[in-house]
Antibody, heavy 119, light 106 residues
Framework: QVQQVQSGAEVKKPGSSVKVSCRASGGNFSNYVIGWVRQAPGQGLEWMGT????????KTAQKFQDRVTINADTSTSTADMELNSLESEDTATYYC????????????WGLGLLVTVSS | ILMTQSPATLSVSLGDRATLSCKTS??????LAWYQHRPGQAPRLLMY???TRATGIPARFSGGGSGTEFTLTINNLQSEDFAIYYC?????????FGQGTKVEIK
């Protein structure tokens, strides 16, 4: 399973950054990939990026390539995603999710973290 | 790869059948998943490889299709099935989701 470290919600100022962290439990963290998906209010799911923790390989959606940093620490079974230069359009619920491989669906999801970007 | 789901909203009565469609801009063979998303909850994997139910998913859910056209069918709709359903392609590592189909009570 995956557990998002932060709960509830966060409010951020435009231009700032937000880091969302996930901890995976059950199974060997090194055997999975961790992905990040967001959902803006009233919108659908949007994939942001995925990391293979054991290899440190990251793929990000082209839309976020300049603004997102994804890392993982196999010693603590945690992964995090940092989104920079926040804009109001980044207001969304951010989910982390686990998958068995980089070309497989996500089988466990965190509960999500609502990030509101507002001045 | 672009994903197009239809309809955007489906109004169905309890006990009826719902059929959801997902079309892709390029062939993805059967590398397609379906998720159920209820408000305030985490998305839940329903189906993968287009037609394989995920662990614990009831048999009233079935999926089909290959290439560029896929369907999710929900038979004997139960109250807990009213939610938004998303398809997702994982044929390449650059995943994409459809825009979702909301299944609502008629």
């Amino acid at each position: 399973q995956v557990q998002q470290v932060q709960s509830g919600a966060e409010v951020k100022k435009p231009g700032s950054s937000v880091k969302v962290s996930c901890r995976a439990s059950g199974g060997n963290f090194s055997n999975y990939v961790i992905g990040w998906v967001r959902q803006a209010p009233g919108q659908g799911l949007e994939w942001m990026g995925t990391i293979i923790p054991i290899l440190g390989i990251v793929k990000t959606a082209q839309k976020f390539q300049d603004r997102v940093t994804i890392n993982a620490d196999t010693s603590t079974s945690t992964a995090d995603m940092e989104l920079n230069s926040l804009e109001s359009e980044d207001t969304a619920t951010y989910y982390c999710a686990r998958g068995p491989t980089a070309t497989a669906p996500f089988d466990y999801w965190g509960l999500g973290l609502l990030v509101t970007v507002s001045s | 790869i672009l994903m197009t789901q239809s309809p955007a909203t489906l109004s169905v009565s309890l006990g009826d059948r719902a059929t959801l469609s997902c079309k892709t801009s390029h062939s993805i063979t059967t590398n397609l998943a379906w998720y159920q998303h209820r408000p305030g909850q985490a998305p839940r994997l329903l189906m993968y490889a287009a037609s394989t139910r995920a662990t614990g998913i009831p048999a009233r859910f079935s999926g089909g299709g290959s290439g560029t056209e896929f369907t999710l069918t929900i038979n004997n709709l139960q109250s807990e099935d009213f939610a938004i359903y998303y398809c997702q392609q994982y044929n390449t590592w650059l995943y994409t989701f459809g825009q979702g189909t909301k299944v609502e009570i008629k």
